[in-house]
């Protein structure tokens, strides 16, 4: 089993939907990240967070530290939201260099 | 504007040659990181390095090799040692913490 888990692996919305990735691992963490991966392949960081929830424009990012789960919330999805969205974890117990990261779910939004 | 730089793009080598990655960042971090990527895998390091002078093997050191000669500067050298070299790599950076700021890539293929 994986450490981090991401579901779902592919995901087709269209333009305006409420989209909702979710992410869940197994050790216990100091921090989460949410990543985005454009088309052509650069990474941009959208979050971190350690607790509770942030909110950036259109994203949200909130993180059940109890439940070991953490999602990613898009509203009014755009066309220009389509990428391929990762979730990574710092472990409380890793060097400070260690990320784990999920596989990535891959998201296509549609006109 | 402050940034990483990966280059080149794309890199096409013959079995049995060494090759080596650019990665130079404008952005005064302290911490650098060589990730590879796979296709249906997260991210896995390479190497890292905290300070210039020194850096760390991480969970797939075998058949690559970094310098760390000055703060901007982290170039990965893929060996003939590796036994599968062809994947998209990604450098990365930090200011001492998360949240890391990434590069466009590199993508390898040897034939």
Redesign the interface.
């Known amino acids: 089993k994986?450490e981090?888990e991401q579901s779902p692996q592919n995901l087709t919305a269209q333009e305006g939907e409420f989209i909702t990735i979710n992410c869940s691992y197994s050790v216990g963490i100091s921090?989460l990240?949410w990543?985005q991966q454009h088309p052509?392949?650069?990474?941009?960081?959208l979050f971190?967070l350690s607790s509770g929830k942030k909110k950036h424009g259109r994203l949200i990012a909130t993180i059940n530290i109890q439940e070991k789960h953490s999602s990613l919330h898009i509203t009014a999805s755009h066309p220009r939201d389509s990428a391929v969205y990762?979730c990574?974890v710092?472990s409380r117990t890793g060097t400070?260099?260690?990320?784990?990261?999920?596989?990535?779910t891959r998201l296509q939004v549609t006109l | 504007d402050g940034g990483i730089t990966q280059s080149p793009k794309y890199l096409f080598r013959k079995e049995g040659q060494n090759v080596t990655l650019s990665c130079e960042q404008n952005l005064n971090h302290d911490a650098m990181y060589w990730y590879r990527q796979d296709p249906g895998q997260g991210l896995r390091l390479i190497y890292y390095s905290q300070i210039v002078n020194d850096f760390q093997k991480g969970d797939i050191a075998e058949g690559y090799s970094v310098s760390r000669e000055k703060k901007e500067s982290f170039p990965l050298t893929v060996t003939s040692a590796q036994k599968n070299p062809t994947a998209f790599y990604l450098c990365a950076s930090t200011p001492g913490g998360s949240p890391l700021h990434f590069g466009n890539g590199t993508r390898l293929t040897v034939t």
């Open positions: 994986n981090v921090a990240h990543l052509g392949g650069g990474i941009v960081s971190m990762i990574a710092k400070a260099s260690k990320l784990t990261f999920g596989t990535g």
